[in-house]
């Protein structure tokens, strides 16, 4: 994942510099006259129907979006592969053995809390299944009406085909055709709109670190954090990295990370700032912004340098000595409960900005495994 690849890159490069720096871190019926007639509508009106998320049920199961974890793993008769988070709150069941109109494949169902936001069914074939899937697209017509949108680009086999139906209640997507493996691939999803979501309360979690508290654990975080969930990875040492991306002062293309150590307890948080500008002048503009914004929110810095990473550095301008990554930038904050530190370096890879947040009172966790 190159999300993934980039938050580790931006720890490991936070982490040596840090050593480097030499500080610590890290319905109706007939009338029957027009009295009648004119209470009926009134009860017409009064009643609601039922949404289609309520009334219709999915292609490939019998669950409802009524449904709740605790019943879903007796509805399907069989335990999930997987229980995995999906940020802002949600978890995902994952389920290998689903059927679908004869077609046995791979099926998953999204909940917040106990109310379910999306199900998606999955089936991959060497061979083209276009009379299953006929038949799948004629039972969604029926049920919700000719397609929204018609994408599809029908080939020869009958593959290529990618509906949309886009209603109040509920979005479904449709799609038949051949992936990048050279196979058939179908995917069918049922979605809630946003609308139909309870919104998540972080009322209460002005945290360390945005909604974090350091010792959190990463159910809390998955429950109240609400930017776009990339991944969640267990690292060798027993920590684990949980990222998101958004916006962040400006920046649209920020990753955010949080990091556990081996009990499972928040002690360190980043901001990946993942801009490009053409020239290293304008990194070291945006760093300087950045740090006048830091001043403003927690004072003075408790230390603000540049270092050389080469001795080549004095002879070459500001700009170029960091293009060529022969310096680097680093300014630390302190408060009762946090250290910060805004890192700007170019360990090969290209000028990356990163802003880390640590518990300072986050005690390392010594491997006894071996004792």
Not at 20 to 48: K, M, R
Not at 89 to 118: A, M, P, Q, V, W
Not at 161 to 179: A, H, Q
Request: charged letters at 20%; hydrophobic letters at 30%; aromatic letters at 12%.
């Amino acid at each position: 994942m190159k999300a993934t690849h980039l938050a580790l890159r931006s720890c490991s490069a936070f982490l040596s510099l840090t050593l480097l720096f030499g500080l610590s871190s890290c319905g109706s019926s007939t009338p029957t006259s027009s009295a009648s007639a004119s209470e009926d509508a009134i009860v017409a009106s009064s009643v609601a129907e039922p949404p289609l998320s309520v009334t219709h049920p999915f292609v490939h199961s019998t669950a409802t979006w009524s449904t709740t974890p605790a019943e879903i793993e007796n509805l399907l008769g069989q335990s999930p592969d997987t229980v995995s988070f999906a940020g802002n709150g949600k978890k995902k069941y994952t389920f290998s053995n689903i059927e679908c109109n004869g077609l046995n494949g791979e099926g998953y169902f999204i909940f917040k809390d106990t109310l379910l936001c999306k199900t998606a069914y999955n089936y991959i074939s060497a061979q083209p299944f276009t009379e299953e899937s006929t038949d799948i697209v004629a039972t969604l017509n029926k049920t919700y009406g000719t397609a929204t949108e018609d994408k599809s680009n029908v080939l020869e086999d009958g593959s290529g085909v990618w509906l949309e139906w886009t209603t109040e209640d509920v979005n479904i997507s449709y799609f038949y055709y051949p992936n990048e493996d050279n196979k058939y691939e179908l995917v069918l999803a049922y979605e809630l709109p946003d609308s139909k979501i309870p919104a998540t309360d972080t009322s209460d979690r002005n945290g360390d670190f945005r909604i974090g508290f350091w010792g959190d654990n990463v159910e809390t975080i998955n429950k109240y954090e609400t930017a776009k969930f990339e991944g969640i990875s267990e690292e060798d040492d027993g920590t684990t990295m949980m990222l998101y991306s958004g916006t962040v002062s400006g920046r649209s293309n920020t990753y955010i990370t949080y990091l556990f150590d081996s009990a499972g307890k928040l002690y360190q948080c980043f901001y990946g700032f993942n801009d490009t500008y053409s020239g290293a002048e304008l990194y070291i503009a945006v760093y300087k912004s950045l740090k006048e914004s830091l001043t403003e929110k927690y004072g003075k810095p408790a230390s603000d340098e540049r270092k050389n990473l080469s001795s080549l550095a004095r002879y070459t301008d500001e700009d170029i000595a960091l293009q060529l990554g022969y310096s680097a930038y680093r300014a630390v904050w302190k408060t009762e409960t946090t250290e910060i530190t805004l890192i700007m370096y170019n360990l090969g890879d290209g000028i990356e900005t990163t802003l880390a947040y640590t518990d300072p009172n986050h005690e390392e966790i010594k491997d006894t495994s071996g004792l």
